[in-house]
């Protein structure tokens, strides 16, 4: 098992842009009234960084390792969602919605389905149910079943993040307590972006909203490090 200290040590160098990055977004902090190109690489940036972070580890492990690489591809989609949504008012939020629905199949599918954690999924059934409940007296149109589509598929997402958490035991990695922690920020922060839009205002909803997100991509690509299953038995499943 890999000490905190060790991962802070060889992992965070790695993640200096990506968090001057996000000080350049919050410093910045242009108004979303008036989206721009400009508004849209600021808030993109710091994906951009996540990118880079996980390309330093190599591009062979990247091949080597499915779980990562779905991540890493997950990040892409991020970054195109982010895009859309900075022109969510001039009809591009379903856009949006689209690339982050992908993005999150693609986690899902990355922290796999061992451990099954059945009452893990129930509760997170339960959740999503009672979300979309809050949600519905404010949907209209297409957006009726769009957003319950969306509520089900990041709550398999964290179903799978969670599901593979162990606090204690031999079984326990932090890389899976990042994968968790990050998919709960995540569905946080989509769960504000809803109510702010289709509810009420949300006091202080951007701020909720990006502090959240980009803690949780981060936490998400930190989950890619060590991977999900090894080099050598990815190369022995191909040559099955």
């Known amino acids: 098992m890999v000490s905190p200290v060790t991962v802070v040590k060889s992992e965070g160098p790695k993640l200096v842009p990506f968090f001057k990055a996000t000080c350049v977004y919050f410093v910045l902090w242009l108004p979303s009234s008036s989206p721009s190109w400009v508004s849209a ?21 990247l091949l080597a390792h499915p779980s990562a690489t779905r991540i890493f591809v997950g990040l892409v989609f991020s970054a195109l969602g982010d895009a859309f949504l900075i ?43 009672l979300s979309y409940a809050i949600l519905y007296p404010g949907l209209s149109g297409a957006f009726t079943y769009l957003v ?26 932090w890389t899976e307590l990042a994968a968790g922690s990050g998919a709960l920020l995540f569905i946080i922060s989509d769960l504000t972006i809803a109510l ?21 991509q981060m936490l998400i690509a930190l989950s890619a490090v060590e991977s999900r299953e090894p080099a050598e038995d990815y190369r022995l499943s191909k040559a099955n």
Do not use: E
């Not at 710091?46 to 390309?55: A, N, R, S, T």
């Not at 919605?97 to 339960?126: D, E, I, K, N």
């Not at 319950?148 to 326990?172: P, T």
């Open 41 to 61: 690489l600021i808030k993109c940036l710091p994906i951009f960084c996540l990118w880079l972070f996980l390309l330093a580890h190599g591009l062979g492990f």
């Open 87 to 129: 022109w969510q008012d001039q009809g591009y939020f379903v856009h949006g919605l689209l690339m982050f629905a992908v993005t999150h199949m693609l986690y899902a599918s990355a922290f796999g389905m061992r451990p099954l954690a059945l009452r893990t999924g129930v509760v997170m059934a339960v959740l999503s149910g």
């Open 148 to 173: 319950g589509i969306y509520v089900a598929i990041i709550s398999f997402m964290g179903w799978r993040a969670v599901a593979g958490v162990q606090l204690v035991g031999a079984a326990w990695r």
């Open 196 to 216: 702010n839009k289709f509810c009420f205002p949300v006091p202080y909803s951007r701020a909720l909203i990006m502090s959240t997100y980009y803690a949780a």
